[in-house]
């Protein structure tokens, strides 16, 4: 099984993408894990470019994949319930892509190809932060389905 990380924009400043690395270094050691990234809008109105960088990101997407959309209005999942939805998703075999917008969040055509809409936090964050939070809890979470140390109740 194979899990995809699909954002909107390339990982800066260097701590960013040191962070990422960091966690999806580790990720990978219980689950083969990639990012790919897509170009971020030059268009200077919010709602055009979200729609724009929202083709971009489903452009190529297997119909059979699992989208999970990253979203302030998702749902909110603690960390069990995150590893237990990855390992159900795991089960099911289909490419799990988990899926973050940029800076004015993801077009209604994302959200509708999801199949689920999930929040990382009541707080709002960065895209570039959250992309670092999401890998780190997709790491979280692999650690709680493995029974490994990492998780403390």
């Known amino acids: 099984m194979h899990v995809s990380l699909l954002t909107v924009g390339r990982a800066r400043p260097d701590w960013i993408r ?5 966690y999806l270094s580790r990720l990978n050691r219980l689950l083969p894990t990639t990012v790919r990234e897509v170009k971020k809008s030059s268009l200077p109105n919010p709602s055009k470019a979200v729609e724009q960088e929202g083709k971009r990101l489903l452009s190529g997407l297997a119909r059979e994949t699992t989208l999970l959309a990253m979203d302030e ?49 009541k707080l709002t964050f960065p895209h570039q932060l959250a992309r670092i939070v999401l890998l780190e809890q997709i790491y979280r979470g692999m650690t709680i389905v493995r029974g490994l140390p990492y998780h403390h109740v």
Request: glycine residues 10%.
């Open 73 to 121: 209005k998702g749902a909110y999942l603690n960390s069990m319930e995150f590893s237990k939805l990855l390992n159900e998703l795991l089960q099911n075999g289909k490419p799990i892509v988990f899926v973050i917008g940029g800076a004015f969040g993801l077009s209604r055509e994302v959200l509708d190809r999801a199949t689920k809409i999930i929040s990382l936090s």
């Open 18 to 22: 040191d962070a990422s690395r960091v």
